[in-house]
């Protein structure tokens, strides 16, 4: 089962995450999310045990609960929905030049 764990201090690292939830069962995976752009942590993550039961424990256990100053939030992730991987806003086409207003110039 996976977890999200949301509200993470930008300075966690997932070696911290993973020890954190580590108390509750054998955690199978520990990631952070980074920004591709900057590298730096977006304050969420995901935790995954292989063990239904200990990640409920978890679950319950650490929401709410204090890592590195911050109130966690803790809930089963959601399955990952496929997202457009578009350069220019989501791949909405771009119309017109610099200064274009649409309707007539005159």
Known sequence: MKLYVGNLSYDTSEDELR??????????????????????????????????EAARKAMSSMNGSD??????TVNEARPQTDRPRGGMGGGRERSGGAGYRGGNRY
Request: charge should be negative; avoid cysteine; glycine fraction near 12%.
């Open 19 to 52: 020890d954190a939830f580590a108390a509750f069962g054998d955690v199978a995976s520990a990631k952070i999310i980074n920004d591709r752009e900057t590298g730096r942590s977006k304050g969420f993550g995901f935790v995954e045990f292989n063990d239904d």
């Open 67 to 72: 890592l590195r100053g911050r109130a966690l």
